[in-house]
């Protein structure tokens, strides 16, 4: 895992440090159950339009991530959702940015 350092696989094991960090142990059974969870989260089958789906939804914002935080999920979501035209990116940003 510490090897996996960007973009969702170094967010995937943030959260599973946090986890474990709580609950004192890790919640993997083995290493086919880790690749199993791991996939769940980072390897969709359609990240193109897992990714649209979110960004157009009226649910997607900050909330109480960092904009450090926002700005990282949200560059993710961008580049899984293809998406070129400068304005609608500057919009979908906005949209869910905690002003």
């Known amino acids: 895992m510490s090897y996996m350092k960007?973009?969702?696989a170094d967010r995937w094991v943030i959260r599973e440090f946090e986890q474990e960090a709580k609950n004192g142990s890790f919640h993997f059974i083995?290493?086919?159950?880790?690749?199993?969870?791991?996939?769940?989260?980072?390897?969709?089958?359609?990240?193109?339009a897992a990714a649209i789906n979110v960004l157009e939804t009226t649910t997607y914002f900050q909330g109480k991530w960092t904009v450090d935080d926002y700005?990282?999920?949200f560059r993710d979501l961008i580049y899984n959702s293809r998406y070129t035209d400068p304005k609608t990116i500057v919009v979908k940003f906005r949209q869910g940015l905690d002003h």
């Open 30 to 48: 083995d290493w086919l159950d880790f690749k199993d969870e791991f996939r769940k989260d980072c390897m969709l089958l359609d990240s193109e």
């Open 6 to 8: 960007t973009g969702c």
């Open 71 to 73: 700005l990282d999920q």
